[in-house]
């Protein structure tokens, strides 16, 4: 698989400021802190137990059956749930946007175009989580477009 240089660029140099600003603006992380994501010290304090916690989770490395997301303790299991979930967004959600976007890029390389003219798009993104699918597309559609609608709608599930 080839990555295309605009869309590697653009997860190098552009997505970590975007993220940031989103991270912001959600009050996540706080906007007062200039550079708080290149804090070496913030991110093996706050963050760095917190991806271990979810790694172990994830792989399934405890003795102990892991809970399913939807459980009420799933992202509460811990000593600050709200690091939990941003140890997410800055771990795990970036490579597998990046390795999504990456294979629609591949598709457009490949001379894959959109077979549906004049409809509007309409998709489910399954596990969608934080719509980590879903937005890859977006991205990788700016850099390597395969000729999607311009409207549509995605299904969160």
Do not use: C
Request: charged share 25%; glycine share 4%; aromatic share 12%.
């Amino acid at each position: 698989m080839r990555v295309p240089k605009a869309l590697s660029d653009y997860f190098q140099n552009e997505f970590e400021s975007k993220l940031e600003e989103f991270l912001s603006k959600s009050n996540w992380i706080p906007d007062y802190e200039e550079n708080l994501l290149n804090s070496k010290r913030y991110l093996s304090r706050s963050i760095a137990p917190h991806i271990e916690k979810l790694s172990s989770t994830f792989n399934r490395l405890k003795k102990e059956t892991p809970l399913h997301p939807n459980e009420g303790a799933y992202w509460k299991d811990s000593s600050h749930p709200k690091n939990l979930k941003l140890a997410y967004f800055l771990s795990f959600m970036p490579p597998n946007m990046f390795r999504m976007a990456s294979v629609w890029s591949e598709l457009s390389r490949l001379g894959f175009s959109w077979p549906f003219e004049g409809d509007d798009l309409k998709a489910v993104d399954f596990g969608a989580g934080p719509a980590t699918s879903t937005t890859a597309i977006a991205i990788a559609e700016q850099h390597s477009p395969i000729g999607i609608p311009r409207s549509g709608s995605f299904a969160l599930i």
